[in-house]
């Protein structure tokens, strides 16, 4: 059962306009959200992360949104750029009372294409 | 430089032949993990580990093994290697497990089992 889902494997986006990457969650413990970037050959880089009780974050170009009522957030890339070409994984983190917390578990990923 | 150094990035073996992938982390992080790759699949867990001696399951761990001795290393361990564990494999660690304190991700070791 997947708890995270990024149901657009790819989106084209032309140089210039707003990216929006998309991810559904099924778990309402979820406490963090967070967005990372993957070039080819490389590890994943952390992008951008939400907490729950947040409904937005910015960081430069960089604004995530979170809808808890629809379990729903989103990434949103203003201005795109030829670099942000990549893939970009959604992932949630639950922590529990004691301060431990499970792994991330990440969607499967949606592969950005910016065009010039 | 602070980094999470995987060794060796790639890798063919052959089935049931006992092989080890080493993570290092110079960040002085209590958590790490390690994660496979998969087309289709996105990243999904193996092992993490909360601390020293500290080691849990994560979505996927048959088949692997893991272990904690130094805060440092986490290495991966596959005792009798099949197929199906044809994939790319992430090692990550982070300060803390908690959401405020984001995985560092080494570039990968992309492992092929014949």
């Known amino acids: 059962d997947q708890q995270v889902k990024q149901n657009s494997p790819s989106l084209s986006v032309q140089e210039g306009r707003i990216s929006i990457l998309n991810c559904d969650y099924t778990?309402?413990?979820?406490?963090?959200f967070l967005w990372y970037k993957k070039y080819p050959a490389e590890g994943p880089t952390f992008l951008i992360s939400?907490?729950?009780?947040?409904d937005k974050n910015e960081d430069g170009r960089f604004t995530v949104f979170l809808n808890k009522s629809a379990k729903h957030l989103s990434l949103h890339i203003v201005p795109s750029q030829p670099g942000d070409s990549a893939v970009y994984f959604c992932a949630a983190l639950r922590v529990y009372s004691g301060g431990g917390a499970d792994g991330l578990t990440f969607g499967k990923g949606t592969h950005l294409i910016i065009q010039p | 430089e602070a980094q999470v150094t995987q060794n060796p990035r790639y890798l063919i073996t052959v089935t049931g032949k006992k092989l080890t992938v080493t993570c290092s982390q110079n960040m002085n992080h209590e958590y790490m993990s390690w994660y496979r790759q998969d087309p289709g699949l996105g990243l999904r867990q193996i092992y993490y580990s909360m601390n020293v001696e500290v080691t849990d399951k994560g979505d996927v761990p048959e088949g692997y093994k893991v272990s904690r001795k130094e805060k440092r290393n986490f290495p991966l361990i596959l005792e009798s290697p099949s197929p199906n564990q044809t994939s790319l494999y992430f090692c990550?660690?982070?300060?803390?497990?908690?959401?405020?304190?984001?995985?560092?991700f080494g570039n990968g070791t992309r492992l092929t089992v014949t």
């Open positions: 990550a660690s982070s300060l803390l497990a908690t959401g405020g304190s984001p995985l560092h």
């Open positions: 778990n309402s413990m979820f406490d963090y």
């Open positions: 939400i907490s729950s009780i947040k």
